[in-house]
């Protein structure tokens, strides 16, 4: 039976080529690993994927019973719904460490980097295998995405340096066009605001309160019409409502370079204030990651 390499719920372009990168790898060291995704691939993902002919990773959302690699995450809240019956061999991320456990001894690469990617480069040349030129274009898009072109403050020398490795070997000349490319996709928002709120959506224990925050990265936060708006507060009121204390959606401006925040749910005044807005809507220019900028504030001010 194969291990499952598997990424988070709502698959992002990381977790998904992660999965794909990380398996191949596996492979090459006589492991047997497939590459698996909880969910289809989000527009950004679906033009990475065709532009580098890799196949989409199969959908699984089950893993009792099974052997299975993480990558992109170690939350449980983040994982199947029966995790606990799986049996966890390893994780490859780049996020704070998560609840996740094991039984067993298990390989564990976690790294303060800006993309699960660049973890994975760095195990290719750790193992000495060659990343296939199809696959490093996938992995040169996983870093762009992450890091924002290299503008996130969670982006290191480190992204900077396997992105031009990959991007020799996927025959990339021009790095910054295909990134613009990249995000002209995933900037589509010709989709209900509940797989708009959902794109990009992560759930979060923090300290017992359940918190749900959604990132919507674009172009321009200005494609975001009054009319929109209204549509995605009503959806997030009904996403907070679904048992979660909170729900949060940040609109990033990727040109511009700062965040929007809308807020649904009781302690929608303290979140604003963590996140350093004093109104829904107000631009915070510099705030880009939800991992670096957005979760550690607000782990901070639901500590009581
Ligand atoms: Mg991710
Ligand atoms: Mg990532
Ligand atoms: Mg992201």
């Known amino acids: 039976m194969s291990a499952l390499v598997l990424g988070h719920k709502n698959p992002d372009t990381d977790s998904i080529i992660a999965a794909i990168s990380a398996a191949n790898l596996y492979k090459a060291r006589g492991i047997d690993a497939v590459a ?3 969910g289809t691939p989000a527009p950004e993902t679906a033009f990475v994927l065709e532009r580098f002919g890799l196949k ?4 699984v959302n089950s893993v009792a019973g099974k052997n299975v690699y993480l990558v992109d995450f170690s939350d449980l809240d983040q994982a199947p719904d029966d995790f606990k019956d799986a049996e966890l061999k390893g994780i490859i991320d780049h996020h704070k460490l998560g609840d996740v456990t094991s039984d067993s001894p298990l390989e ?6 800006g993309c699960a990617n660049t973890v994975v480069k760095f195990l290719y040349d750790y193992y000495d295998v060659k990343v296939p030129a199809d696959i490093a274009g996938g992995m040169l898009c996983a870093i762009l995405s992450d890091t924002l072109l290299f503008k996130s403050p969670t982006c290191t020398e480190f992204d900077k340096k396997s ?6 070997i996927a025959g990339i000349k021009d790095i910054n066009a295909l990134g ?5 996709a995933k900037s589509n928002l010709n989709a209900s ?15 017992g309160h359940k918190i749900g925050i959604g ?14 708006k209204k549509a995605l507060a009503e959806e997030l009121a009904k996403v907070q409502a679904e048992g979660r204390e909170d729900a949060i959606f940040v609109l990033t401006d990727i040109m511009k370079e700062g965040s929007e925040f809308m807020v649904a749910g009781q302690s929608k005044d303290k979140v604003l204030k963590a996140l350093g807005a004093s109104t829904e809507g107000e631009f915070i220019k510099g705030v880009m ?9 607000l782990q901070q001010a639901f500590k009581d």
């Open 163 to 168: 992105a031009a490795d990959l991007a020799k």
């Open 56 to 59: 989409a990773p199969e959908v």
């Open 180 to 184: 613009m490319e990249m995000f002209k």
């Open 108 to 113: 564990c690469w976690i790294q303060p980097v």
């Open 289 to 297: 990651s939800r991992k670096k900028q957005v979760v550690p504030p």
């Open 215 to 228: 990132q919507l990265e674009l172009i321009s936060v200005d494609m975001v019409t009054p009319e929109l």
């Open 193 to 207: 605001p509940r797989d708009l709120i959902f794109r990009d959506f992560k759930d979060f224990d923090m300290n």
């Open 36 to 38: 698996a995704a909880q």
